[in-house]
């Protein structure tokens, strides 16, 4: 009740590449939606960029072609998207980079950013909702 939510101050916008894939900028747990974002990814015809450490067993992503970013800002440069469906999120300041560079960002509400242009919120937990927004974000049908 004493607490008051303040803004998000907004980054300098990056310079990016061809975008091409979809960026998640977390490590491989359950509490960032890994298992969430493998089951809504299965069968879709993409290309995910991984930008933490992989912490779940070997072969969690299945037949889900991946790759590492050599850094946050070189997983944003080829972003068509970047999703981030956490259960817990303190810091969301590469969604905030990626909005800020106009690369639509797929987010839980526990990232704990407000809605906004380039922002769309699922469920965390809801793969089917998962799976329909980065289907339409990339414009898989």
């Known amino acids: ?24 900028p977390a490590s491989t747990l359950g509490r960032k939606g890994a298992y969430e974002l493998r089951d809504a990814l299965h069968d879709l015809d993409a290309d995910l960029v991984l930008g933490g450490s992989g912490l779940e067993s070997p072969g969690f992503w299945k037949n889900i072609r991946t ?25 969301p300041r590469v969604l905030l980079r990626a909005l800020s560079s106009g690369i639509p ?17 699922v469920g965390s937990g809801d793969a089917a909702a998962l799976r329909a927004a980065l289907a339409k974000e990339m414009e898989w049908a």
């Open 1 to 24: 009740e004493r607490a008051k939510l303040l803004p998000w101050r907004m980054p300098a916008p990056i310079t990016r590449l061809e975008p091409r894939a979809i960026f998640f």
């Open 67 to 91: 790759r590492r970013a050599d850094s946050i800002l070189d997983g944003l440069k080829e972003a068509a998207v970047v999703v981030l469906p956490a259960f817990i999120e303190h810091q």
């Open 105 to 121: 960002v797929v987010a839980s509400e526990e990232c704990g950013i407000p809605p906004m242009p380039g922002l769309k919120i």
